[in-house]
């Protein structure tokens, strides 16, 4: 299994439209970038190009979108095989995947949750450790954005708990993806917070969202990332050390001098906590 220890810092999602700005920008800019595999496993020619360049230069993650890993049809092997290529062409030392399903008879383009029982626990922890097997490491699983809720015989933070014990696998904490489902489901994000097992955490999101109501919140990573969001990442920095986190933006996107002061925010709330740490 590949160890994450290679991954640190604050990073960027590495998106076709922000290719000639992350080849231009100046050495150190972010600690690392991260993409979607299932993207550029098949991409060559002038794109192919840039994505090695960068990743020459600047160490990569890799999170999925379409494995499906609580999906009712077999787990797609060709995928996991060109994704173990792509994730050892490109030394990749991270790589998560949504705790989510995304396909039935085919790909639904969208992410879609699972429902909070002990079976559905068992169902997606047993692939998930086959994702492992196939992939030769740990993976880790994030926690999605839902609005429409399946049969809860668990919590949300009781099923996530249950899955990273029963699958053996890592987390992947998206703080906004948390923010938004406290609001919309109204429960206690710190209390959330303080719940998950703090040795499973490798990584973190942060994101922008829509407010469509006082009570309800769209996960959209077109926006900016909003006050309340960078209050839970100090939160969690607070509950889990300066773990690795990177910015997520996909469409509307502002000059990368803009997304770069969002990543120089994650890089002085981690500075912070690594005083506290050192000073404590």
Not at 62 to 89: I, K, M, V, W
Not at 231 to 240: D, I, M, P, T
Request: with cysteine; aromatic share 8%.
């Amino acid at each position: 299994m590949t160890a994450h220890s290679s991954v640190h810092g604050a990073g960027l999602g590495l998106r076709r439209a922000l290719l000639p700005e992350l080849l231009a920008m100046a050495p150190g800019s972010v600690d690392f970038l991260e993409c979607a595999p299932d993207n550029w496993i098949s991409v060559g020619g002038a794109h192919g190009d840039c994505l090695a360049a960068l990743a020459e230069r600047i160490p990569l993650t890799c999170h999925g979108l379409s494995l499906s890993l609580g999906g009712p049809a077999p787990l797609d092997l060709d995928l996991l095989r060109r994704t173990r290529q792509f994730l050892e062409r490109h030394r990749v030392p991270l790589y998560s995947e949504h705790l989510s399903y995304c396909s039935d008879d085919g790909q639904l383009y969208d992410l879609l949750p699972l429902p909070f029982t002990d079976e559905a626990v068992r169902h997606v922890a047993a692939r998930i450790r086959q994702a492992q097997d196939a992939l030769g490491r740990r993976i880790a699983v994030e926690n999605i954005s839902y609005y429409a809720a399946p049969y809860q015989a668990l919590s949300e933070i009781e099923f996530l708990r249950a899955v990273l014990e029963e699958a053996d696998c890592d987390l992947l904490l998206d703080v906004n993806n948390l923010f938004v489902n406290a609001i919309n489901h109204g429960y206690d994000a710190a209390a959330y917070l303080a719940a998950i097992p703090a040795a499973r955490v490798v990584c973190l999101h942060v994101a922008g969202h829509y407010d469509e109501a006082p009570d309800l919140k769209i996960d959209t990573h077109g926006a900016a990332v909003k006050g309340d969001v960078w209050s839970l990442l100090e939160q969690a920095y607070a509950r889990f050390g300066a773990v690795p986190t990177l910015l997520e933006r996909d469409f509307n996107f502002p000059p990368l001098a803009e997304l770069l002061a969002e990543v120089g925010q994650i890089r002085r709330y981690q500075r912070a906590v690594q005083v506290e740490v050192r000073h404590g």
